[in-house]
């Protein structure tokens, strides 16, 4: 039954209300289906005159408990909507939230390894500035690093000592 499905006690006892109501109206149908077949003149128009007294009611009465059973359950689901459109609120800002902080994090990481590039080629192109200049004895700058641009420092520091040991025999 449908009643299986609600959670509320309020909504079980609007359910129940409307139940025994529908109980009462079906009952009280009933009797007036069965004496309004009668064949006798006198009882049909009484059982017309209790169906404007009683039935018609009765059916207002089991309408309005409906209507109140409905309404609550719009109302439930109003707060339903509302609740969730919060939660979806919260999520979208943790969601921005996660996701400029991804953004940070990434450009501080993307910051450092390309300071740790830029910082030993600038020191390299300075000592190669130097090192043009007739400057070959002075050291290259220490590479910090295992990376590419560590190799090509080695690469000039084993140029420069070649270069001064031609130097040297001449």
């Given at each position: 039954t449908i009643k299986e499905f609600m959670?509320?006690?309020e909504a079980k006892a609007l359910y129940d209300k409307v139940t025994a109501l529908l109980v009462d109206y079906y009952a009280l149908d009933a009797e007036m289906l069965k004496d309004g077949s009668s064949t006798n003149v006198a009882m049909s128009i009484y059982t017309q005159q209790r169906d404007v007294k009683e039935m018609a009611p009765a059916y207002e009465t089991v309408y309005a408990a409906f209507e109140d059973l409905m309404e609550y359950n719009?109302?439930?689901?109003?707060?339903?909507q509302h609740s969730l459109q919060a939660a979806t609120n919260v999520l979208v800002i943790l969601i921005i939230a996660v996701v400029i902080a991804a953004i940070a994090v990434s450009m501080a990481i993307g910051n450092r390894i390309a300071k740790g590039i830029a910082d030993p080629l600038a020191e390299l192109q300075n000592r190669l500035k130097t090192f043009t200049q007739g400057d070959i004895y002075s050291e290259f700058p220490a590479a910090k690093s295992q990376d590419?641009?560590?190799d090509m420092v080695d690469e000039v520091k084993l140029m420069a000592e070649k270069l001064?040991?031609?130097i040297g025999d001449m």
């Open positions: 959670i509320s006690d719009v109302a439930q689901g109003d707060d339903t590419e641009v560590a001064q040991l031609i």
